[in-house]
Structure formats: C-alpha cells, structure tokens
C-alpha cells in the first residue's frame, strides 16, 4: 500500500523560498555585484527540477535593474508554477505573516518585505489576480494582510479580492479592498475634502477632449471645480515619483501629455522659510504616524533620490531635526489631520507624501497602501534614519500580533 506525499509547507520548499524583494533592492540600492546572486539563481534553474522560486528572484533582479518587461515574463513563468512562496526572516521563529499580493513592480504591492527586516517573521505570499477562483490550502499563519495596492493595473484584482475576503474568518489587516481601490488621486482628495485642518488639493480626471476646450478657452478651470485655476498640475494618470508631470501658468500651456486622460490640480506654493519646496514622507499604523523620510528642494517636484539629500549636509540635518522631534513637533502640530485621516481611510496600514502650509494645515499629495519604506540609505551619510526605520518597523511587527479575544 502506498502512502499518499504530503506536499511540503511552503517554508521548507526549496522551490518556494525566495532570497526576496527588499534583500535584492538592498542589492541593487547599495550597487553591490548582484552577479554571484544570479549566477546561483541560474544555476538552479539548469536543474531537471522546476524552480519557481529561482523565477521569481531572477524577475527581481530584473526589475531592479529597470528591466520590467524581462522581469514580468520571469514573473509570469514563475507563478504558472506555482502561487505559493516565502521569504524567511531571522530564523523564522516570530510571527507568521500571509499576506494576497499580485503580479507586479515593487509598488504593485505593500512593501511587506521591507517592513519585516531586522524581524524573525515569516512572509508568505499568495499571488492572486482578477482570475482567483478561490482562497484554498492556505498555509498556516497568524495574520493575514491585504497587501494589494491601488493602481489601474490591479483594479480588476481589487474587486476579486473584495468577494474573496468578505467573510474572511480570521485576524486581517487592511481588509478593505474597495476602500483601496478607491485611492486614486481624485479618490483621494474627494474622500478627505472639507477637513479643515488637512487640504488634499482636487485631481480632476481629464480627457485629451477637454484639455482641448480648456486650450482653446471653450470652458474655464473654474468650472470643473472652484479650486482649479492656473497655474496648473497635470499628471499622465497611473505615473510616480513626477513622471511626465508639469505645469501649466495659463491655457496655452495645457499641452497633452502622451495620455488618454491625466489629473488636473491646482499648483501650490508650499516653499517654507527658506525658500525650499519639502515634502515629507509618512507611514500610519494603527492611526499612529511614524516618520520615513523628509526630501527638501529648490524644484517643486520633490523626490528623495533626487533632492540632494546625500550631497547637502543642511538638508540632512533639517531632515536629522524633523525626525528627532517628530511625536513632539510634526505629530502633535497636526494631531487634528492625522485624526482625521486615520478616521476617514480606517485602514490598519497606510502611507502619505505631505508637507506643511504656512496656514497650519496638513497638505496631501497622495496617501496609498504600497509606498516603499526602507532603511537601505548609508548609515554614515544618514546615522538617524536606521533607528527612526527600526522604530517604525518594530510597529509594524507588534501590529501582527492578533488580538487576544475576550474570555
């Protein structure tokens, strides 16, 4: 008689554990050789044994060296394999986390990766898409994440998850895939208008149509919304980081990005004191902010690579300044708008870009589930950002910790 196999957890299968998205960005980040890394990947591969893992690293690696359509193709090909992988912490003694991602880039999803180093959690990923019959022969866990982020892309994802998690039986974090979904940049700001002590500017989807009437002056700004008026920000929509962003000071300059549709916003002027544009990066756990970075420049497209940060010993120091004084400063400042958001989203994780008004109030540029966090930046040119991150990250890890129930 012969006795059934029972298939392996998904930890002790070589074919399923991965080296992992945030030690292959470390990689990539610090501009060490990734050549060895792949060697060993490739290496497995040329094995009569299928290796989805090797698969799924190798799309990482790509991916990290702006190769993404390579890296999509790797991806693919791994997840015909299988949909179950992991990437093991320490010693893999601390929590077990699940968490439901999907096919992407590193912002497709909640950057879990990153928020568990330093830990000795468990990470283990279920791929789903639009396609996800169902959420069976789950490995065990003791917390289970929606890791999904809002993006075009993961529209049709988001709307399968919100039918696969509606009567999810146990402890979840950000359970609320329409609520996601629903954090596009006019999502946003619609949803946290009238608050009076935050201002998340109008983004108005646009059509190439009537970004031709407001150049030829058919319809004015004003009348899409009260807020719109020159200059102007218009944003291809789905983009990052300024991608394909720019300004327009009047209606000859709303010339159309290579897009079927972009967001249309007011241009705000949040130079502070010293003339520069800053712009801070914030995550909330649990309705309690932690500090991640603060990028400060003279361009009013602020982005951390590329303000300067590293080459300019005042700005770090601002940046050093902000973070050391952040629960009793920053926090309690705009205690009001972190209440308010955290009432309005009422998502156990998320993240913000933002900066200060000189009225007071909090302005938001976007507030998602899927920023990068990380603590990769050199120790020596940013000694405060590792314990400023490890502060936030040991957040993270006590928010796993399901609640006991009541006895």
Request: one cysteine or more; proline letters at 8%.
């Amino acid at each position: 008689m012969h006795m059934p196999v029972l298939p392996l957890p998904v930890e002790a299968d070589p074919a399923a554990r991965l080296v992992g998205m945030a030690a292959i960005a470390r990689i990539a980040f610090e501009q060490t050789d990734v050549g060895p890394l792949a060697s060993r990947l490739m290496t497995r591969l040329q094995s009569l044994r299928a290796d989805p893992a090797a698969l799924l690293d190798l799309s990482m690696i790509l991916q990290s060296h702006g190769r993404s359509a390579e890296a999509m193709e790797q991806m693919q090909s791994a997840l015909r394999l299988r949909r179950d992988y992991c990437v093991v912490h320490g010693d893999g003694s601390g929590p077990r986390l699940l968490a439901f991602v999907t096919p992407g880039d590193f912002m497709a999803n909640t950057p879990l990766d990153f928020l568990l180093e330093g830990s000795n959690a468990m990470l283990l990923l279920r791929y789903v898409d639009a396609e996800t019959a169902a959420l069976d022969d789950l490995p065990e866990h003791d917390m289970a994440f929606m890791a999904v982020g809002e993006s075009p892309e993961n529209a049709a994802v988001l709307a399968r998850m919100a039918e696969l998690l509606a009567n999810w039986p146990g402890p979840i974090l950000n359970n609320a895939a329409p609520l996601i979904a629903s954090l596009t940049r006019d999502g946003v700001s619609a949803r946290l208008a009238n608050q009076p002590a935050l201002y998340a500017p109008p983004n108005l989807r646009v059509t190439q149509a009537k970004l031709a009437a407001l150049r030829a002056g058919r319809i004015a700004p004003e009348s899409l919304h009260p807020d719109l008026r020159f200059p102007l920000v218009l944003r291809p929509i789905g983009t990052h980081a300024g991608n394909g962003m720019c300004v327009a000071h009047s209606a000859d300059d709303l010339l159309a990005p290579d897009a079927a549709a972009v967001y249309l916003a007011p241009f705000i002027d949040y130079r502070d004191a010293d003339g520069l544009f800053t712009k801070q990066r914030i995550v909330v756990i649990n309705g309690r902010p932690y500090p991640c970075h603060m990028a400060r420049s003279d361009h009013w497209i602020v982005h951390y690579l590329s303000a300067g940060m590293a080459e300019d010993p005042a700005k770090r120091a601002a940046e050093a300044a902000w973070i050391a004084d952040f629960d009793t400063g920053f926090a309690t400042r705009h205690a009001a708008a972190f209440a308010a958001l955290s009432a309005a989203i009422g998502l156990e994780y998320f993240g913000i870009d933002c900066a200060e008004l000189p009225d007071g109030r909090l302005l938001i540029f976007e507030l998602d589930v899927a920023m990068i966090v990380h603590d990769m930046d050199d120790a020596a040119t940013f000694p405060y950002k590792k314990p400023a991150m490890r502060r936030l990250f040991d957040a993270f890890l006590a928010s796993l910790t399901p609640p006991t129930p009541p006895s």
